[in-house]
């Protein structure tokens, strides 16, 4: 009937967020929407889960840095009816690398959800006080008799403090090397479990070799052999699950109704009977004797987990990128509405680092230099060509080649000032006057090469600027790689700093790089089709006035040359 119970409260804690649309306070600006996909197309669970702790990783994809406050304290964390505040921790918050890590206490998980197992992470009230915290009560999951997770509370709880890697699975972990004293937890009457009580322990590890004790305490321990993992209770024991080195791993065992289970990542690996008399579980607990390699968020619990249960720890905080997916949401999105293409355009320009903003900065000049060239060259052209046209037609149409009409007539026309160069030459030479000499072979031939040195002045004044085209098709592709590549290169950076391969952290700074190679592109393309369609234009210009010089020197030849 319980089981009954906790069902229909997971369904209708699942319903309640399709309905909700709702700013929790208007003092916040912005938002984190995380959401736990425990349906088919996430990973799976198939019964509630009370209680559980999950670490929220926010980074510049998910979560705005510059519009929180410096030290984190505006944080707020409520549930997805956007009403129920709930319990959290702040692990790390980390403003100029823009990395921070918050425990948040669910109180349930819905099974078989697509999207209604939701939180939201609120921040941008530079009014805001930090939240009280209770010294000594970290957020855990409900059930644990002890968590550790190496944060600087946790180190002075060991005789002999462990060394720390500040870049964990989530936060800090313990770092062993081979031949170190394991690290040794004084006893507790809370952590204990009489002979035949339940009992569990989780663990996350990151072995550098193969062999070592994990956990021990009295007749319980968890070891690796081999890179295989070994559960013992007493005489019963459990093998299984192979591990790959260097590489973390979740590994849980569980004592419950005469069986020890051992689970590496989330799944059953070994199971083995437990003697009626199996002694008590109790004593100090001692971690990684013999063992090189780091450790990560202890999970001791009085209780026997179930498989879900572990299923799900190596799932939420391994962020696995199947079950966790977040977004960031703002409070003047939310009233104009969300999902819109402009909010995907908003992220990828607020995730544009600083390289690709100067790269995307001097495209921007590329492009308007280009399409200055492109709208003051086409308007060149279409001017030269019209006035071409004109100009032909009172040339063929004259019947003596010196009153043909010139740039008096035909300002825009190359033609006109081909013609009035050639024109200038014979009137030297008296051409026309009464009693003037007809020209010779030699007097054309000089004719005709003043007229070609204004016809090359002429194709030069064509093509002026056209070489910024070039610059902007050539240049504007490999300047935009270069901001893409910086850009993907600084994203895995701080992938690789805050430990989070969640496909969420990667793809905003992935995608915001690209933007790069987009605007070199966008400034590429249409200046490559300018440039085509200009040079085209050009060519038949050029063409026209070779041959207009030869119609002209031919013409004059016919009526003032030598017979």
């Known amino acids: 009937m319980a089981r009954c119970s906790a069902f229909v409260g997971a369904l209708l804690l699942a319903a309640v967020p399709l309905a909700a649309h709702a700013w929790w306070s208007d003092d916040f600006k912005q938002r984190t929407k995380v959401t736990l996909n425990t349906g088919a197309a996430g990973v799976t669970t198939t019964e509630p889960i009370s209680g559980a702790a999950i670490p929220v990783r926010l980074h510049s994809g998910n979560f705005d840095f510059i519009g929180a406050k410096p030290d984190g304290s505006d944080l707020r964390v409520v549930a997805g009816d956007d009403k129920t505040p709930l319990k959290f921790t702040v692990e790390r918050f980390d403003g100029v690398n823009e990395l921070a890590v918050l425990w948040v206490q669910l109180p349930l998980v819905a099974p078989g959800s697509d999207n209604g197992n939701v ?29 550790i997770r190496f944060v600087p509370a946790d180190q002075s709880l060991f ?21 170190a004293a394991a690290l040794e937890l004084p006893a507790s009457d809370r952590v204990r479990a009489a002979a035949g009580s339940p009992y569990s322990v989780g663990l996350w590890i990151k072995p550098a070799a193969g062999s070592g004790t994990l956990f021990a305490q009295g007749s319980l321990s968890l070891s690796i052999d081999a890179g295989k993992v070994q559960a013992r209770l007493g005489a019963a024991q459990a093998a299984g699950g192979e591990l790959p080195p260097s590489a973390w791993a979740h590994v849980g065992v569980t004592v419950a109704a005469g069986k020890l289970t051992l689970y590496v990542n989330g799944m059953q690996a070994a199971q083995a009977d437990v003697a009626a008399a199996a002694p008590a579980i109790e004593g100090a607990v001692r971690l990684g004797a013999g063992f090189a390699g780091q450790l990560d968020e202890l999970n001791v619990a009085s209780s026997a987990r179930s498989a879900e249960w572990m299923k799900f720890t190596r ?24 999902g819109g293409q402009g909010g995907y355009i908003g992220v990828l320009v607020k995730n544009l680092t600083v390289d690709a903003w100067v790269v995307i900065a001097i495209l921007a000049v590329m492009f308007v230099v280009a399409v200055w060239v492109m709208v003051t060259k086409t308007a060149l052209v279409l001017r030269t060509d019209r006035g ?13 080649v010196m009153t043909a009409g010139g740039p008096q007539q035909h300002a825009e ?27 010779s072979g030699a007097s054309l031939d000089a004719v005709k090469a003043s007229i070609d040195a204004d016809l090359v002045r002429e194709n030069h004044r064509l093509n002026s600027l056209m070489v910024l085209l070039t610059i902007a098709i050539s240049g504007g592709p ?6 893409t590549v910086v850009g ?6 701080a992938i690789a700093a805050a430990g989070d391969v969640n496909v969420n952290a990667i793809a905003p700074g992935i995608a915001a790089a690209l933007l790069a190679t987009v605007a070199g592109l966008g400034v590429a393309i249409p200046a490559l089709f300018g440039y085509n369609w200009l040079a085209s234009r050009i060519r038949n210009i050029s063409a026209d006035m070779q041959i207009f010089v030869d119609e002209f020197v031919t013409r004059v030849a016919e009526s003032y040359g030598e017979r």
């Open 478 to 483: 490999f300047l935009g790689l270069l901001g």
């Open 315 to 338: 799932a939420s905080q391994g962020a696995d990128a199947k079950l966790v997916a977040s977004e960031l949401q703002r409070a003047d999105q939310a009233e104009a509405g969300e």
């Open 119 to 147: 939180l939201h992470v609120y921040a941008g009230n530079p009014q805001a006080l930090a939240e009280p915290v209770t010294p000594g009560q970290p957020v855990v999951d409900s059930g644990a008799v002890l968590t």
């Open 388 to 400: 071409n046209q004109g100009f032909l037609r009172d040339f063929r149409g004259a019947a003596d």
């Open 159 to 179: 005789a002999v403090p462990p060394t720390v890697d500040v870049n964990g699975l989530i936060g800090p972990s313990a770092r062993l090397e081979a031949g």
């Open 488 to 493: 993907v290169m600084i994203t895995f950076a």
């Open 413 to 439: 026309s190359s033609l006109a000032r081909l013609y009035a160069a050639g024109l200038q030459q014979l009137q030297k030479r008296n051409v026309g006057e009464a009693g003037a000499k007809r020209l």
